[in-house]
């Protein structure tokens, strides 16, 4: 994290009598508080690692006395970030893995793991990044190269997304697939007949299963690595969308014992195993680990054309995307999760898996209020189900419209493309709209989501005017989408999300301010300190 001391003015006073005793006093900012009334303030007391005042910088060092007193000099100071989707664990892992985000070509891809085997002498290749999107030929790639490069090293290396993985024949050998699998939830993509290498969703099981488990020292590294990368971003509170109980165990174990200390807001998969148990145990909560959602995930993604939809997709007339679990598995499990204190919390990307989602979930709640189920991505919608997310978070990623926008067209045409990526209108029918990023399918960084969702163009500019701006979002909304709408998602609004008086004093100083500079300039807004419960991380 960067150090916020080269720039703040640490200074001590003498404690008066008179005075009322805290641990941090925060004066001359430029405090937006994210209240109710959104109003700003310039400065405020910590206690006990909660706000307990919040006003003018007179006030607060007239009525408060501290041992640390911080002169921000005008600096812009707003509640910690809250990234409402991500796969924290994932980008942890993928540290130890070969990186092939931004490659631009398959060869580029080819060449990073050669390198990556020559200086990490793997035995299981894995790593994950390429869009084939991003090339000139914008097709799957084979494994042919693959298999002249690594014929005796496997190879398992992920698409941007995650929904599609590509594997070598030494891969799929230990797998087990053959031309002749076939798995439901998925897809073996073939070529006159013959494997690929290219795997989509459920698809993907067998080869993640031959994947040798990293050990509890790799684990651990992975979340100490992803949490310093989130903390120098200024997040103070993860969304991790999808663990399993070991992978949750293991970070309530390191933040008990003060080796980890952002908060995570945990969602088990909802597979079987986890139903059973965390069901039975009952929601979850710490002073670090909140554990109330489940993860389902109903379709695969757009870039991949897993996404589901309710006619074929333009660019590929035949094709509808893939379920990755039956109807009647999704009735089971909303059923199950609606009679219980749980969240259900859904990937769906198709106009078809949103629809169906959406449908299930007011059958199984039959009209229950307030629970706060969550859709996920809520990325291609059918016009006519915008109404159901009435009583459903949209759960949604600003960057996924600024990434997808160059091909989505050309994926679901140009009327189904007007109900795609509908922040605005899903925040004018729900009331609120939960952000993160999806990382690392996008970039980590908080200041991309709010790029994205005010200007709805990429670093370059384009398009110019904006995508789809109609569903723009303000900066006030989008500020809001990030910490206090964020919070709500995860039933935690009273206790973050906003720099009042009890809440945790979780908050972060920028370089600049985010509310008035020009739009094109937040992308490169600094972080010069992250604060969980008023102390510097």
């Known amino acids: 994290m960067k150090r916020f001391l080269k720039i703040f003015l640490l200074v001590l006073l003498v404690s008066c009598s008179s005075k009322k005793q805290a641990d941090l006093i925060v004066i001359n900012a430029n405090v937006y508080t994210v209240n109710s009334e959104f109003a700003k303030a310039e400065a405020f007391a910590v206690k006990g690692g909660k706000f307990v005042a919040v006003g003018s910088s007179e006030d607060i060092i007239n009525t408060y006395a501290a041992d640390s007193i911080i002169d921000v000099d005008g600096k812009t100071i707003v509640p910690g970030f809250i990234d409402a989707h991500c796969h924290f664990y994932r980008m942890g892992l993928g540290e130890q893995e070969v990186k092939l985000f931004g490659t631009k070509s398959y060869d580029e891809v080819i060449a990073?793991?050669?390198?990556?085997?020559?200086?990490?002498?793997?035995?299981?290749?894995?790593?994950?990044g390429w869009d084939q999107n991003d090339w000139l030929v914008k097709e799957f790639p084979t494994k042919d190269k693959l298999d002249s490069v690594f014929p005796n090293t496997p190879v398992a290396v992920s698409r941007i997304d995650g929904h599609a993985l590509l594997v070598n024949q030494t891969a799929l050998d230990l797998s087990g697939i053959t031309e002749n699998t076939e798995i439901e939830g998925g897809e073996i993509i073939k070529r006159d007949g013959k494997l690929t290498g290219v795997l989509l969703d459920a698809a993907q099981g067998p080869v993640f299963n031959i994947v040798p488990p990293p050990s509890i020292a790799t684990a651990a590294q992975a979340l100490k690595d992803a949490e310093r990368i989130c903390l120098d971003y200024g997040l103070t509170t993860v969304d991790e969308a999808g663990l399993y109980k070991p992978n949750i165990d293991l970070i309530d174990s390191l933040q008990k014992a003060g080796e980890m200390h952002i908060r995570v807001y945990a969602m088990p998969y909802a597979s079987d195993e986890n139903l059973d148990y965390y069901l039975k145990q009952g929601p979850t909560k710490t002073d670090r680990l909140h554990i109330k959602g489940f993860k389902y995930v109903a379709d695969g993604a757009l870039g991949?054309?897993?996404?589901?939809?309710?006619?074929?997709?333009?660019?590929?007339?035949?094709?509808?995307?893939?379920?990755?679990h039956s109807y009647a598995r999704l009735q089971e499990v909303a059923k199950r999760i609606a009679a219980s204190d749980f969240q259900m919390n859904s990937h769906a990307i198709g106009d078809s898996a949103n629809h169906i989602v959406l449908n299930t979930y007011k059958s199984v709640l039959n009209g229950e209020k307030g629970r706060r189920w969550r859709v996920e991505h809520a990325q291609i919608l059918s016009p006519e189900d915008f109404k159901l997310f009435d009583d459903i978070i949209p759960s949604v990623q600003p960057t996924h419209a600024t990434s997808d926008m160059y091909w989505a067209e050309d994926r679901?045409?140009?009327?189904?493309?007007?109900?795609?990526?509908?922040?605005?209108?899903?925040?004018?029918?729900?009331?609120?709209?939960?952000?993160?990023?999806?990382?690392?399918?996008?970039?980590?960084?908080?200041?991309?989501?709010?790029?994205?969702a005010v200007a709805r163009k990429d670093l370059e500019g384009y398009p110019e005017g904006g995508f789809q701006m109609e569903n723009a979002l303000s900066r006030e909304e989008t500020l809001k989408g990030m910490t206090i709408w964020a919070a709500y998602s995860n039933?935690?609004?009273?206790?973050?999300?906003?720099i009042e008086p009890g809440k945790l004093a979780d908050f972060i100083v920028l370089d600049k301010d985010?509310?008035?500079?020009?739009?094109?300039d937040v992308p490169n807004i600094n972080v010069l300190g992250t604060f969980i419960d008023g102390l510097a991380r």
């Open 412 to 452: 679901v045409g140009p009327k189904r493309i007007k109900s795609g990526y509908a922040y605005k209108e899903l925040l004018d029918t729900y009331g609120k709209v939960a952000l993160g990023t999806d990382f690392p399918v996008e970039k980590v960084s908080p200041f991309l989501t709010f790029y994205a």
């Open 491 to 498: 039933f935690e609004e009273d206790e973050k999300g906003s």
């Open 112 to 128: 990073r793991m050669v390198d990556f085997k020559n200086q990490k002498h793997p035995e299981f290749i894995t790593g994950r």
């Open 304 to 324: 991949s054309r897993g996404a589901t939809m309710r006619k074929p997709y333009s660019d590929r007339p035949d094709h509808y995307g893939t379920l990755t």
């Open 514 to 520: 985010i509310m008035t500079v020009p739009i094109d």
